[in-house]
């Protein structure tokens, strides 16, 4: 089956790029959120980040303005019936998703594939949920979108070779790089990454290190592009928290811990670069 309409449900940091790369390779989207200001928020960020590809001189004008009407955003879920193929980018909560799941299990046809961009909650879990649990994977994009090459591929417990083989395929059209990978509590990446960011706050926490420190040690030490800290408040320390709960419950090895300070931060409503405040102020 071609794919030519693709639906993503959810239109925030990560939603907004997902439709951007899938509209910039030529795909329509349908970009579904709850709210229409959440809608306006992502058609504002996903031009800037389009104006920013065309002075770069990655993109012309005519694939900026082609990519921008490509996209239509909607409140009403029902219009994602007209999708070829659906990406769920909605918040990281398995309860959330799987309202989601059940919804568009009813309103796809049957022989559609819908993937989540989850970080962490199980595939195969939300697979199960449908009636096409066959049909059901994660492709795990990162942020941000537009710009990192990897697409993890998540293969649920029921997930059948012809819808991984087109998610793989979907991927390169993308002009990304897939990378197989079998259901488990954060998958390969926030696995080893998330227990990272979370004992660098253990760090701080104890007064080791300043979020600085922290962070100097792994740019200078370790070539990573961001440290911890940074990349912690980039994510989201709330994506973070739920993360490293998924690891905790599906693990359920003391070393998943969340650390105290992240549960703190998270109550104060100090969520990193998107809320103003985080290990740094932005
Ligand atoms: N932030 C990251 O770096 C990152 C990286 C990879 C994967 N992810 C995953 O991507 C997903 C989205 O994360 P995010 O960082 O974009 O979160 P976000 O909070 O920026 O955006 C989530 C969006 O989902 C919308 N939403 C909530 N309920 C909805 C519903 N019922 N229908 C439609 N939209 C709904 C919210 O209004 C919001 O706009 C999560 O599963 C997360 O784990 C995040």
């Known amino acids: 089956m071609e794919i030519r309409r693709v639906g993503v449900v959810g239109a925030g940091t990560m939603g907004n790029g997902i439709a951007h790369v899938f509209a910039r390779s030529g795909y329509l989207v349908v970009l579904c ?15 800037k980040n389009l104006d920013r590809e065309l002075t770069k001189n990655k993109i012309t004008a005519e694939t900026r303005a082609a990519a921008l009407k490509r996209i239509e955003p909607v409140i009403d879920r029902t219009r994602l019936a007209e999708c070829d193929f659906v990406v769920e980018a909605a918040t990281e909560k398995l309860d959330l998703k799987a309202g989601i799941f059940r919804d568009l299990d009813r309103i796809c046809r ?14 195969t879990k939300l697979g199960a949920l449908t009636k096409r649990p066959d049909k059901v994977i994660g492709m795990h994009f990162f942020n941000p979108v537009p710009m990192m090459k990897l697409v993890e591929v998540i293969r649920g417990l029921a997930t059948s070779n ?57 740019k200078l030490g370790m070539a990573h592009p961001m440290g911890p800290l940074a990349l912690a408040d980039f994510i989201g320390l709330d994506v973070c928290l739920d993360i490293m709960r998924v690891l905790q419950d599906g693990l359920g090895d003391p070393k998943y ?26």
């Open 33 to 47: 959120d709850v709210e229409q200001r959440f809608l306006d928020r992502a058609l504002e960020t996903i031009a």
């Open 162 to 218: 012809e819808t991984f083989e087109q998610v793989r395929d979907l991927a390169v059209k993308l002009e990304k790089t897939p990378v197989e990978v079998n259901d488990a509590p954060g998958f390969v990446s926030n696995r080893v990454l998330m227990p990272l960011l979370n004992e660098a706050m253990f760090a701080v926490m104890e007064g080791v290190a300043t979020p600085e420190a922290v962070d100097e040690v792994f």
């Open 257 to 282: 811990r969340p650390c105290p300070l992240l549960i703190k931060m998270v109550d104060a409503g100090w969520l990193g670069k998107k809320s103003g405040r985080g290990f740094y102020r932005y």
């Open 110 to 123: 049957p022989e559609i594939v819908l993937s989540s961009n989850t970080s962490s909650i199980s595939i």
